[in-house]
T-cell receptor, first 110, second 117 residues
Framework: GQNIDQPTEMTATEGAIVQINCTYQTSGFNGLFWYQQHAGEAPTFLSYNVLDGLEEKGRFSSFLSRSKGYSYLLLKELQMKDSASYLCAVRDGNDYKLSFGAGTTVTVRA | DGGITQSPKYLFRKEGQNVTLSCEQNLNHDAMYWYRQDPGQGLRLIYYSQIVNDFQKGDIAEGYSVSREKKESFPLTVTSAQKNPTAFYLC????????????????FGPGTRLTVT
């Protein structure tokens, strides 16, 4: 199984940058996913990392360090619509199941 | 448009009644999943199915049952044995279960919020 930790809440100003950290302890690792979830809606896929390093996709970037059991999601040029919960999920290398963190609620203020 | 549908969006039941939540996908995905989401907690896996006519228990299967008679459908029954059924239920699917890479991301339906009183 996995033990996944991420901060509960973060607040930032429109146009700024926010970094959401995720740490995990795993018995096997087969990739890390970030999802965005607006209140009352379905999670939507943002990014995937399986090798160490940075993956950039527009305003969103995700970083992984497997040796440290650490990832972060970087949101740049924040917009009001980025206010949402961001879920870190780790895929187990043994049974392929996803384990989710509790989510980080990001509030973007004008 | 391809996607996953769940109905209804809101469901109310009396304690002691069984209730079935529907999940349909037209993505031609082999694998399907059921999660529940509670405030302050991560999504927890209830059941999953790697292929039609097959399913396995997840981390919190007690009080739930599923079937997978068709590739596109994976209904979840919340039985009266589930001690705390009020939650937000999410269905998901992926191309495959044990495949590698980002293409095996899980796609989620809009969810059903179940309230049992």
């Amino acid at each position: 199984g996995q033990n996944i930790d991420q901060p509960t809440e973060m607040t930032a100003t429109e146009g700024a940058i926010v970094q959401i950290n995720c740490t995990y302890q795993t018995s096997g690792f087969n990739g890390l996913f970030w999802y965005q979830q607006h209140a009352g809606e379905a999670p939507t896929f943002l990014s995937y990392n399986v090798l160490d390093g940075l993956e950039e996709k527009g305003r969103f970037s995700s970083f992984l360090s497997r040796s440290k059991g650490y990832s972060y999601l970087l949101l740049k040029e924040l917009q009001m619509k980025d206010s949402a919960s961001y879920l870190c999920a780790v895929r187990d290398g043994n049974d392929y199941k996803l384990s989710f963190g509790a989510g980080t609620t990001v509030t973007v203020r004008a | 448009d391809g996607g996953i549908t769940q109905s209804p969006k809101y469901l109310f039941r009396k304690e002691g009644q069984n209730v079935t939540l529907s999940c349909e996908q037209n993505l031609n995905h082999d694998a399907m999943y059921w999660y529940r989401q509670d405030p302050g907690q991560g999504l927890r896996l209830i059941y999953y199915s790697q292929i039609v006519n097959d399913f396995q228990k997840g981390d919190i299967a007690e009080g739930y049952s599923v079937s997978r008679e068709k590739k596109e459908s994976f209904p979840l029954t919340v039985t009266s044995a589930q001690k705390n059924p009020t939650a937000f239920y999410l269905c998901a699917s992926s191309i495959d279960f044990a495949g590698e890479g980002p293409f095996y991301e899980q796609y989620f339906g809009p969810g059903t919020r179940l309230t049992v009183t």
